[in-house]
């Protein structure tokens, strides 16, 4: 019997992108400057302790420790509690609820 996990709300997921070494910069609201922007997370992705990597793909083609540029923990973490990554641009992450 597997253990149930329980999707996470923003402000939820954010408190644990934090103790996870993310820079969260905010909202996707506040990146975009709009109401409606989808209720994400604005990540960085400079300087996160290796947590995302646009160019993964050039040293990590198999995928090993990377997952579309998002170290693979942490993707395999987000996915279950209900989120996804998706880059911006090379220095910037967005999360957003499945």
Same mark, same amino acid.
């Given at each position: 019997m597997s253990a149930k996990i329980n999707k996470l709300c923003r402000m939820a997921f954010t &408190? !644990?992108?934090k103790k996870r070494g993310?820079?969260?910069c905010g909202s &996707? !609201?506040?990146f975009y400057?709009?109401?409606n922007? @989808? @209720?994400g997370v604005w990540c960085s992705a400079e300087g996160t302790d290796g947590n995302f990597d646009y160019h993964a793909w050039e040293h990590d083609p198999k995928e090993e420790v990377y997952v579309m540029g998002v170290k693979k923990e942490l993707a395999e973490?987000? !996915?279950p509690v209900g989120w996804y990554f998706e880059f911006y641009d090379a220095g910037t992450v967005m999360a957003w609820e499945v």
């Open positions: &408190t !644990e992108l993310v820079d969260v &996707t !609201e506040q400057n709009a109401r922007s @989808g @209720g973490w987000a !996915e």
